[in-house]
C-alpha cells in the first residue's frame, strides 16, 4: 500500500510539473492572449476532471477495494509520465548573459531576485495573509467525513 501511495504521490507530482512547463511554454507562443486562454481552458480541463474523477473514484469507493482507486490514478501518472517523456524539446536561444556565466552567479542573481520580490507590499502581505490564514483557520475535513460517514450514515459514493 505504501508503494501504490508514493506513485500516486510521484505521478501527482510529475503531472503538475508537466502541466506548468507545458502552460508556460506555449503560452509564451502568443504574447498577446497566449496565457489568458491556455489558462481558461487548464482550469476548464481541471473542473472537468475533478467532477469526473470524483464520480468515478465515489462509485469505485463504493463498489471495489480502495487500492484499485490508487492503482488507477498511479497508472493515469504513468501514462501522463510516458507522454512527456515523448514530447520534443525546443532548444531556446540564451542570452550572452546568462549563457556565458556560471550556475551558482545564476542562482544566486535569482535568489536576490526574489528577495526584491519579497519586498514589494504586494507580495509580502500576501504571504502574510496566507500564513495567517493557516494557522488561525481550523480544519475539519476529517472531522466532517467521519461525522458523515459514521453519525449521518451517508454512503461513501
Not at 487548464?42 to 473542473?47: K, Q, Y
Not at 509520465?81 to 552567479?105: D, R, V, W
Request: overall charge negative; charged content about 15%; aromatic content about 14%.
Amino acid at each position: 500500500m505504501t508503494c501504490l501511495l508514493f506513485l500516486s504521490s510521484l505521478s501527482g507530482a510529475y503531472l503538475d510539473v508537466i502541466v506548468d512547463a507545458l502552460m508556460v511554454t506555449h503560452s509564451r507562443q502568443d504574447e498577446d492572449e497566449g496565457g489568458d486562454q491556455l489558462t481558461t481552458l487548464s482550469w476548464g480541463a481541471l473542473g472537468a476532471g475533478g467532477a469526473f474523477g470524483s464520480l468515478f473514484g465515489g462509485y469505485l469507493s463504493e463498489y471495489a477495494h480502495p487500492k484499485w482507486s490508487i492503482l488507477l490514478y498511479s497508472m493515469f501518472g504513468l501514462v501522463v509520465m510516458c507522454l512527456g517523456l515523448m514530447l520534443e524539446e525546443k532548444e531556446q536561444q540564451l542570452s550572452a548573459e546568462i549563457k556565458n556565466k556560471p550556475l551558482s552567479k545564476v542562482f544566486l542573481d535569482n535568489l536576490k531576485q526574489v528577495r526584491e520580490a519579497m519586498l514589494m507590499p504586494e507580495i509580502y502581505q500576501t504571504i502574510a495573509f496566507l500564513l495567517c490564514c493557516s494557522f488561525t483557520g481550523p480544519s475539519f475535513g476529517t472531522f466532517w467525513y467521519f461525522y458523515q460517514l459514521n453519525v449521518v450514515k451517508f454512503s461513501k459514493f
